[in-house]
């Protein structure tokens, strides 16, 4: 009895290691095209132009009082939007942001005041954005707060970036499947690991405004070339083996 429990002891342990090396075998419930699989992940990304353009000038000032303050700034915001609306712009393409009154303190005493906002411009004419700052600064903004450029639409990237990640999924899986001695087959399983789309890319932000580097002065606008926007996205693939 001892000689035959010594003898199957080494099978019983090698069908045991045997299993672990060929992975899970299949239970009642387990669907048999996922018995031999093949599974990758792949990334892409899309470089595309942005077809939309947000301008955002500041208008600062300074008074006495908070009252005067406010007084000031209305008034000289209202002629940056009234130069924009001259220049072509709708109501619907203009926006103001970001309104605050505020003390201004020495030696832990009030000497006066200073009011902010923001004059936001949107625009599809990129060609413009130089422009735009030279309108705003020229009626009186005196800060150029930011440029931003982003996609209006992004859903054509997104399906791009998408089909290149599958492309490539199929690629590395063809790749393992002819290198083990096995033919790729048909996917089973795709998931999308998470396509990010970019909000915008910040051009200038926090520049000091001149008045006289502006239209009225004859100097042309500054020059402005949109960056590219990336459209990332990554999926996870389950091919068949055959």
């Given amino acids: 009895m001892r000689a035959r429990l010594r003898t199957i002891l080494p099978m019983a342990i090698g069908a045991i290691i045997l299993g672990a090396l060929m992975g899970p075998t299949i239970s009642s419930g387990q669907d048999p095209d996922l018995r031999e699989t093949v599974t990758v992940s792949s990334t892409s990304s899309v470089d595309v132009p942005p077809d939309l353009a947000r301008i955002s000038v500041g208008v600062n000032v ?3 009082t908070a009252q005067e303050a406010a007084q ?34 020495k030696d832990r005493q009030v000497i006066g005041y200073t009011a902010t906002t923001a004059v936001v411009v949107k625009t599809t004419e990129l060609d413009r954005v130089g422009e735009i700052i030279d309108i705003g600064v020229d009626a009186g903004a005196n800060t150029v707060r930011g440029v931003d450029f982003e996609l209006d639409d992004d859903s054509a990237a997104i399906k791009q970036a998408l089909r290149q990640a599958m492309e490539f999924a199929k690629e590395k899986a063809d790749v393992l499947a002819t290198t083990s001695g096995r033919t790729l087959g048909r996917a089973l399983v795709i998931e999308e690991g998470g396509t990010r789309a970019p909000g915008s890319v910040d051009f ?16 042309p606008s500054f020059p402005v070339i949109p960056p590219d926007l990336t459209v990332r996205t990554r ?6 083996l055959q």
């Avoid at 200038?204 to 100097?219: I, N, T």
Wanted: aromatic share 6%; hydrophobic share 45%; no cysteine.
């Fill in 235 to 240: 999926i996870v693939v389950t091919f068949a």
């Fill in 62 to 64: 300074d008074a006495a």
């Fill in 204 to 219: 200038v932000r926090g520049v000091a405004a001149s008045a006289s580097s502006g239209s009225s002065g004859g100097a």
């Fill in 72 to 105: 000031r700034l209305s008034a000289d915001t209202n002629r940056v939007v009234d130069a924009y609306k001259a220049a072509g712009f709708t109501e619907d393409e203009l926006s103001i942001r970001d309104v605050n009154v505020f003390q201004r303190r």
